[in-house]
Nanobody
Framework: QVQLAESGGGLVLAGGSLTLSCAASGRDFSIGAMGWYRQAPGQQRELVASMTHGSITNYVDSVKGRFTISTDNAKNMVFLQMNSLKPEDTAVYYC???????????????WGQGTQVTVSS
């Protein structure tokens, strides 16, 4: 099984920045995609940013130009650099990875524990 450990959340003033980090650990696995979802109170969980096959990125429109996803493939880590934060960015952010065991043809989505990002005005 793959475990994801994420960190970097906190309280920040509007206009500030935070960087979220997530590390995947386990044995004999390969990653097809990594990224970040977020869920605000009373809202559906939404995909914020993703990176597929180490190069293809996608962002939800509301964060384009402000957030940047990056990976360190050697360390199986994914980051989310969040700039110009707005109160509406307040949510629990979850990293995810779509990974497969080296001996398997099947992939599984794994989730981090979530980290709270609160942006105050």
């Amino acid at each position: 099984q793959v475990q994801l450990a994420e960190s970097g959340g906190g309280l920040v003033l509007a206009g500030g920045s935070l960087t979220l980090s997530c590390a995947a650990s386990g044995r004999d696995f390969s990653i097809g995609a990594m990224g970040w979802y977020r869920q605000a109170p009373g809202q559906q969980r939404e995909l914020v940013a993703s990176m597929t096959h180490g190069s293809i990125t996608n962002y939800v429109d509301s964060v384009k130009g402000r957030f940047t996803i990056s990976t360190d493939n050697a360390k199986n880590m994914v980051f989310l650099q969040m700039n110009s934060l707005k109160p509406e960015d307040t949510a629990v952010y979850y990293c995810y990875t779509e990974a497969r065991r080296s001996s398997s043809y099947f992939s599984t989505t794994y989730w981090g524990q979530g980290t709270q990002v609160t942006v105050s005005s």
